[in-house]
Structure formats: structure tokens, C-alpha cells
């Protein structure tokens, strides 16, 4: 094959927050995961596969965070989604059934129910419950690169103790290796939250790059001769790559984006609003709260039209868009490329990251739109290839040295989101825990310790850990499911103190361990010496 | 999108109340739930109490914005974060609660716990940076410290947090290039300080400011550093290689050719293989200030030191960690800039069988006034 006039590395970020209620029967929460398996992961899943198997060679990058991992290994969540799972295909049914008549909404139930089958064998049958496994696979296949995050997506710039952020990067990189059987090469920095110096931590656990926004590379100084279309190295040899404009633009804006195209799946109209209250009520949440079901029948429609006079979904048409979209995405990387390779005389890359979660689950035909694109990529031009930023390291391994500036991928492209009065509060709280785990540390790591010790000090590690997610602080600023993020909060800093307590004074309460051992599982190994 | 996500709030509510007409049934039904799931609210974790809080403290007028890059080259990350949210979709809008504890069906027993203390009195205070204007600063000071510091002082005096702009120096106190004074409230506990410009650090005081000026610190914050809002002017380049296994980092070739007359693009090729740090480089290319004067008289002065010596043909080389190559006849010659301050440059040898070691230290300073 020629060589390539340059390179594209899509880099897809999948996380949620950990959300795990063993002590409830139907918590509402956990439905973020399983949307997410129906809608992205899954799909995601078999469009690599299938990929494989039709012999496209391509590549991506995807940062499964630690949380996710866990809750996709968690045998209680994978129990729960089966449980939806088989509640979605028994609502299929009578969906199937109840638009027979109505062949313009049938089309679209037809397709649900092959998807939602399609889900369950792919889940119980052929990877036996754990998505993981079937990542693992694909990435020892080297068509996927999948890279570690803060351990619990803890947003590093905000966390002012050192002691903190080693941790995250820590006790995530030894998860990684548990789970996925190797080194992680890269890291998504929580949020791309990105402060100068962090990239020490990285370098002694041997992560070899990071992501930042486009700012964090352009306000870098000295000033980066490639923009983002190089990696650059900072000081301690590990290095950043940024954020393209042009192609996540293309994804992400309301103005230029894909996802807004009127042929596309309304995500807002769901029959679990719409239909009679008495025959949706068993496949609403259990305590006869309508929501989403995920069968929704309406397409976007037009600009502004309201969610009454959305007309019907058309899948097929729709997939042409995918396909369209796919082609207009693929050329404008190829005269981008072109155009730069002749700036630079050496061969661009073009980071493109997203949420993974945008893909199927807010974009339906995200997912779609990756089968096509790659399949193009592969058949039908030679001017960019697509690669990771791991590869690309090995391909380029001059680089220019540059400090990237403290940089963020949120509102604004700093720390504002993580930091307003909706959730300033919550820091004085979450430093004093990073002080008093040092200090736990202290006392302890040197010592004799009792088993009941050691568990409660793991424990309290976990109790910390689950606090700092910023998806907290996010949701505080977002308005939505806002109590549920204080709760969480709060109550993770109240139960690492009532630990810390317990091993000042040297009287474990195990009754009370074990509860907590059994609610916030995350991390069994956790190593909580990585807050010295 | 955009119009999606900004009509839809609205247009929601209005669409369904229109378009399922059995909506006044359904929510009836909904509110007949909640008031009995309501009624286990004892468990509900408690929040600290808010602090009070003063809002947007302009210190001083700010530097103007850059506007240039960031204007264009930032994209609205505004919509990213909007459907970045929409993976924490809460059903029912307008049922604000809806949440784990209030929608359980088998209530665990639970115990009236989760209630965390809102302060900690542990004379502490925390700067945090939130973008290249503003920082946030909380404090947490006991009473009876406060107090007690406050004894002695026989004026009026105000609470106070000091600003200290310590941009590249080790702060002792008194050495900032410049402070200023932001009266507090001592109830507030935190604070949001629009900060002279970006790309700086800054450390606060807060302590107790007399009538007469006198200065009681009662805590020091960390340091922190605000990012940039602009392009750097500083256009030097340096190049790294990393080879696969990341711990060999800097693999290139060769002080003896820099003997006589190094160009310019040598030698900053040599910079980034002998690690020294941007803000030296900067240092470098740091404009000086005469030279764009209009008047014509001007003075600039810099100073490199030249580190040379010779060794066995054959031994491994490192100056400052890194491996040099030798010359062929086994000598040395490296070129650096030589900003202020103290600069180490350890030499060791290592005979070629690595069953000898020698090393030699230097290190120099040098002050400018």
C-alpha cells in the first residue's frame, strides 16, 4: 500500500460514573449503563467485529475507564441488564405486534426487535455476559487501542494534592493491567483536564501519551510548530496530542454537525412518554414513573419542529445519511491532509475525539457512521490512514517539546464547569479527605496491620476514589438528577471519615465495614498506599 | 442541534401537554407515588451547609482579553457539555427529585446517617485556579486561632486575603513581584478573585491588616498557576526523540561539532537533548525591551556557558542524565544558555565493561541585577 499523505486517529471516550445499588431493586440510575450497552457499546462492538471478519483493517482508540470496566464486570449489573434486556424484547413483541397495521412505524419496530435480539446474544451468548472480554479481543486483534483514564474520572487540575492525582493514575493503571492483560499506552485525562506537571505522574506509572483540548496544545509554550497535527513532547517525555477542530466540529456542532440531520432519529420522542399509561407501565421504571424505553419512532423532522409533529423514523434513509455523511466526513480529512502535508512536509495526524456515549446512544446512527467511514477509509482513497496515537509515536518518534497549558475540554476549556457555585462546596471536602488518607498512609504503610486494618483502609481508598468523580460536580452544574450527585457526595466523604475514625482510634466496626465492602465494590485490589 | 437542545426544554412540556392529552392522569398518578416515597426522606444525606458568598470580586481592572485565538479556535464546548448531560438524562422533567432513595421499592434498612461537618478548622487556606482570570480561594480558620492572633493588636484591623503574584520566584513572605488586598468577610469562607493576567502563579495570605499597615498572617495558601489565553511568543524550537522502551529518552549525537560557533539551529537542538527546562528557552528569545524603544540607545546582555572535558573513546557519556556521544578522539564540548540562577550540570563516566564509574559536579550560578 502507499504511503499515506497523512493520518486519522478517532479516539472515542466511554465512561459513566460508577452506579451500583445492590440494596435496591431498580434504581434508576443504573439505566445510564444499560442504555449505554443497547446503544453504544454493543453496537460499537459489532461494527469492529464485523469489521475483522469482512477483512477492513482499521484503526480507533477508546479510553474505558476504570468505573465502566468495573460495572461491566460487575456480575449483579450484568444479572440487571439481562433482566432489561429481556423486558425490552417482551415490549418489542407487542410493539411489533400493535403497529402491524401501521407499516411506517413498523419498519422501525421490525428493526428494534432484530437489534434488541441481536443484544442479547451478543451479551449472554457470545461474550458471556462481559463486554470487557470482547474489547480485550479486539484490541490483541491491533485494530483497537484502548487507553486508561483517571481511576475514578477524577478531574486532576482541581485536585491540588499531589497525593490525589498520583493516586488516580495509579490505582487506574493497575486496574488496567488486572482487566486488559497489559500496559495502558495512553491516558484520557479526566475531562482532558491537563495541569503542567501532571505529565510527571503519567511518565512514572509508563504512560507514554495524553489528550488535551486544542488550546492546551496551541497556548503551549514554546509555541508548537504543528499546531495540533503533531504530538509534542513536555519536559518528562510523555506526550500530548490535540484536539482537531475541524472534525470535531463536524460531530459535535448544531450548525455544521452531523448528528442534527432531519433524517435522524428524534432521541426525545420515546414511547415510554407517549404511549397508555396501563400497557407502557411494565416497561417504565417499577415505580410507574414514565421513562425512556429507547423505542422511539420519529425522526428529526425539520428545525424546530416541535415533538408533536415529528414525522415517522425511516431507518433506511437514515442510513443512507450515515453513508453520506461518512463519505463528506472522509473527504474533508483527505483535502485537510493534504493541504497540511505541504505546511508541514511530514505526515499530519488528526485527533478526533468524542464521547463514546454520542455514538448510538445520542446520535442513534453514530455507530453506522464508523462501519461506513472505515470500510471508505479502507476501499476507497489512499491519501489518510487511520491510526492511534500510540502508533503514531512509533511511526514519528521526533518530537517538538513543548509545555501544553493548563486546559480542559469542558465550557470555556478550563476548569469552570468542575468549579462555580453550584459545586465549589465540595472541594474543601474532598482535599481534607486526600490530607487525611496521607495521613492514614503515614500511620499504617510502615506497621504491622491487622486484617480488619488493611480491609478498612481499602476501603476508605474506595470511599475517596468514588467521591472524586467529576461527574458530580458536572451533574451539580448541569441541573439534572442534581440530588442524586450531592447524595453521592456527601455520602462517600461521610462514610471514608467515619473509616478514618474508626482506624484513628483502632476500633473497626466490621459490621459497618462489610456493608460498605458490599455497596461500593469498586477496586477490590485497590492499593491504598498510592496515597502516601 | 442547537435548536434541539434549546427549544426542547420548552417545547417538551408544551408537546406532550398537547399532543398526550392523558397527561393530568398520569401525573396524578406519579404525585400519589412521590408523597409516599417521600415519606422516607430521614435518609436522605444531609448537605453541608452553604457558606455565604460574595460573588465576582473585581480586584482590580484586568488586563485586556486577548481575544485573537480564542475566540475562533474554541468550539462551543457549551453543546458538548449539554449532550455530554444527556448520558445523566433524568426522566420527567418536571419531577426534579426523581432519584434512587425516593423510587426504591424494597427500602433497606438504612440508618439516619451521611451528614458530613461543613468546616473543619484546620487554619488552612486553598487557592485553586479556575481559568487564565479567576481563581478560587476557600479558607478555614478556628475561631479561637483567629482570636488569638487578633490579641495583640491594639488598632482596628480588617480581615484580609493578599494576592501575591510569584510568578518564578520562591516565595519567602516579602518577595512578590507585586499584592494586593481583598477585605473579606470572615463568615464567607471562600472567595472568587479575578486575577491580574493570565499565565501566572499567584499565592494568597490571609491574615489581619491593620490601621497603621502591619500585616498578621494567619495562613499561606499552595501556589497555583493560571494558564494562558493566547499564543506563546516564544518560537524556539526543540526536538525530542523517545524511542520504544521511554527510559533511553534523549538519543542524539554531539557537542564536538558545537566547538566552534554553534548556529542557532544547532544549538536549539542541543537544548532539547540536554533537558532544560521552556522557561529557560523563553528566557532566550525574551524580547529585550530597548530594542524596541524608539530612542535608539540600548543594552541587552545574556550569557552561555561552554561544558567540555574528555574520557576513554569508548565510555558512556551523561551530562545532566543524558547520554552524550563523544567526539572520536573522546572529548566533549556542550553549549548551553545560562539564565539566572544555579545550574547543576553532573558529568559521569562509565567505563565501556560498566564496571567503572566517574563523576564529576558542577554547578553554577549566576545574578543579574
Known amino acids: ?532 | 442541534m442547537a435548536d434541539k437542545e434549546s427549544k426542547k426544554k420548552t417545547a417538551k412540556k408544551a408537546a406532550f401537554d398537547d399532543y398526550k392529552g392523558k397527561k393530568s392522569i398520569v401525573n396524578k398518578d406519579i404525585s400519589k407515588k412521590r408523597e409516599k416515597y417521600n415519606e422516607d426522606d430521614d435518609i436522605v444525606p444531609q448537605l453541608p451547609k452553604k457558606t455565604v458568598k460574595a460573588k465576582k470580586v473585581v480586584t482590580r481592572p484586568k488586563l485586556k482579553k486577548t481575544k485573537d485565538l480564542t475566540e475562533h479556535t474554541m468550539i462551543d464546548s457549551k453543546e458538548e457539555s449539554d449532550i455530554e448531560a444527556m448520558k445523566f438524562y433524568q426522566p420527567e422533567e418536571e419531577e426534579k427529585t426523581t432519584s434512587v432513595e425516593e423510587l426504591k421499592s424494597t427500602p433497606a434498612p438504612q440508618r439516619a446517617e451521611e451528614l458530613i461537618q461543613d468546616k473543619y478548622a484546620d487554619n488552612k487556606v486553598v487557592l485553586m485556579a479556575r481559568d487564565p482570570y479567576w481563581c478560587y480561594v476557600y479558607w478555614d480558620l478556628a475561631a479561637d486561632y483567629m482570636a488569638q492572633k487578633a490579641a495583640d493588636i491594639k488598632e482596628s484591623y480588617d480581615l484580609v486575603l493578599r494576592l501575591h503574584d510569584v510568578t518564578d520566584v520562591v516565595f519567602n513572605g516579602g518577595n512578590s513581584h507585586k499584592y494586593i488586598d481583598i477585605k473579606v468577610n470572615g463568615e464567607a469562607g471562600n472567595w472568587y478573585l479575578n486575577v491580574w493576567e493570565a499565565g501566572r502563579t499567584y499565592v494568597v495570605d490571609i491574615g489581619y491588616r491593620t490601621a497603621s499597615g502591619r500585616f498578621i498572617l494567619l495562613a499561606r495558601s499552595n501556589s497555583t498557576g493560571t494558564p494562558r489565553d493566547k499564543v506563546s511568543h516564544v518560537t524556539d524550537e526543540e526536538w525530542m526523540v523517545i524511542d520504544e522502551d521511554f527510559e533511553e529518552i534523549f538519543r542524539v549525537s554531539g557537542g564536538g561539532r558545537l566547538g566552534g560557533g554553534a548556529s542557532e539551529g544547532f544549538r536549539s537542538v542541543m537544548e532539547s537533548n540536554i533537558g532544560m527546562g521552556s522557561e529557560t528557552v523563553s528566557s532566550f528569545s525574551s524580547p529585550a525591551g530597548g530594542s524596541e524603544q524608539a530612542r535608539g540607545f540600548f543594552l541587552w546582555a545574556d550569557t552561555e556557558i561552554i561544558l567540555y572535558g574528555g574520557t576513554e573513546k569508548d565510555a558512556a557519556l551523561r551530562v545532566k542524565g543524558e547520554k552524550i556521544d563523544l567526539k572520536e578522539d573522546g572529548t566533549f564540548s556542550l553549549r548551553f544558555h545560562l539564565p539566572d540562577g544555579i545550574m547543576d550540570l553532573p558529568v559521569d563516566a562509565t567505563s565501556s565493561d560498566g564496571k567503572e564509574t566517574i563523576s564529576i559536579r558542577i554547578s553554577v550560578e549566576r545574578k543579574s541585577k
Not at chain 1, 477492513?56 to 456480575?75: G, N
Not at chain 1, 415490549?91 to 442479547?120: G, Q, S
Not at chain 1, 412518554?273 to 424505553?293: A, C, F, Q, V
Not at chain 1, 446512527?365 to 464508523?370: C, D, L, T, V
Request: hydrophobic residues 35%.
Open chain 1, 1 to 532: 500500500m502507499n504511503k499515506p499523505e497523512g493520518y486519522l486517529a478517532l479516539v472515542l471516550h466511554a465512561h459513566l460514573p460508577f452506579v451500583r445499588h445492590p440494596e435496591f431493586n431498580d434504581p434508576m440510575e443504573e439505566y445510564w449503563l444499560f442504555e449505554a450497552i443497547t446503544e453504544t457499546y454493543i453496537p460499537l462492538l459489532n461494527v469492529f467485529t464485523k469489521l475483522i471478519e469482512d477483512g477492513v483493517d482499521f484503526r480507533i482508540t477508546m479510553s474505558l475507564t476504570p468505573p465502566l470496566i468495573s460495572m461491566l464486570r460487575d456480575p449483579l449489573l450484568q444479572d440487571r441488564y439481562l433482566r432489561h434486556i429481556n423486558k425490552q424484547i417482551e415490549l418489542i413483541e407487542k410493539e411489533v405486534v400493535r403497529t402491524r397495521f401501521e407499516p411506517h412505524y413498523n419498519r422501525t419496530a421490525v428493526m428494534y426487535r432484530e437489534k434488541l435480539y441481536n443484544c442479547r446474544y451478543v451479551f449472554e451468548q457470545k461474550y458471556h455476559k462481559d463486554l470487557v472480554c470482547g474489547f480485550r479481543q479486539v484490541q490483541d486483534a491491533g485494530k483497537l487501542e484502548i487507553i486508561t483514564c483517571g481511576a475514578t474520572h477524577g478531574f486532576l487540575p482541581l485536585s491540588v494534592h499531589k497525593n490525589a492525582t498520583n493516586a488516580q493514575i495509579k490505582i487506574a493503571v493497575d486496574h488496567y493491567i488486572e482487566n486488559l492483560g497489559r500496559r495502558p499506552k495512553g491516558i484520557w485525562l479526566p475531562e482532558c483536564g491537563y495541569n503542567p506537571g501532571d505529565d510527571e505522574v503519567l511518565k512514572k506509572y509508563g504512560i507514554r501519551y495524553f489528550l488535551v483540548d486544542t488550546h492546551g496544545i496551541l497556548y503551549g509554550s514554546p509555541r508548537p510548530k504543528y499546531g495540533v497535527f503533531a504530538p509534542v513532547y513536555c519536559r518528562s517525555g510523555v506526550a500530548a496530542f490535540g484536539r482537531d477542530l475541524d472534525s470535531s466540529k463536524q460531530v459535535w456542532s448544531a450548525k455544521e454537525g452531523y448528528p442534527g440531520d432531519f433524517n435522524y432519529r428524534e432521541f426525545y420522542r420515546d414511547i415510554g412518554y407517549d404511549l397508555d399509561y396501563d400497557y407502557i407501565k411494565p416497561y417504565i421504571h417499577e415505580s410507574g414513573i414514565r421513562m425512556n424505553t429507547g423505542i422511539k419512532y420519529y425522526k428529526i423532522t425539520g428545525p424546530g419542529v416541535d415533538l408533536a409533529h415529528k414525522a415517522p423514523y425511516d431507518p433506511q434513509a437514515a442510513m443512507e445519511r450515515a453513508a453520506s455523511h461518512a463519505g463528506n466526513f472522509m473527504f474533508n480529512r483527505e483535502k485537510q491532509v493534504q493541504y497540511l502535508k505541504g505546511l508541514m512536509h511530514r505526515e499530519p495526524i488528526i485527533i478526533a475525539p468524542y464521547d463514546a456515549e454520542l455514538f448510538g446512544h445520542w446520535w442513534y446512527e453514530g455507530p453506522a457512521f464508523i462501519d461506513y467511514l472505515f470500510r471508505k477509509i479502507f476501499y476507497d482513497q489512499k491519501t489518510i490512514k487511520l491510526t492511534t496515537p500510540g502508533e503514531y509515536l512509533e511511526m514519528f518518534p521526533k518530537n517538538q517539546v513543548v509545555q501544553p497549558g493548563f486546559s480542559s475540554w469542558g465550557y470555556k476549556g478550563y476548569a469552570e464547569y468542575w468549579l462555580n457555585d453550584t459545586n465549589d462546596w465540595i472541594y474543601r471536602h474532598l482535599h481534607k479527605t486526600y490530607d487525611r488518607m496521607q495521613e492514614l498512609t503515614q500511620m499504617f504503610m510502615n506497621r504491622q496491620r491487622t486484617p480488619d486494618e488493611e480491609r478498612a483502609l481499602k476501603q476508605a481508598a474506595r470511599e475517596i476514589l468514588l467521591a472524586q468523580s467529576s461527574d458530580w460536580a458536572f451533574i451539580m452544574k448541569t441541573g439534572t438528577t442534581v440530588q442524586y450527585a450531592n447524595k453521592r457526595t456527601v455520602r462517600h466523604i461521610y462514610r471514608f471519615t467515619k473509616l478514618y475514625d474508626m482506624l484513628k482510634a483502632g476500633n473497626i466496626d466490621t459490621g459497618y465495614l462489610s456493608e460498605m465492602e458490599w455497596k461500593d465494590n469498586i477496586f477490590p485490589n485497590v492499593d491504598w498506599t498510592a496515597y502516601a
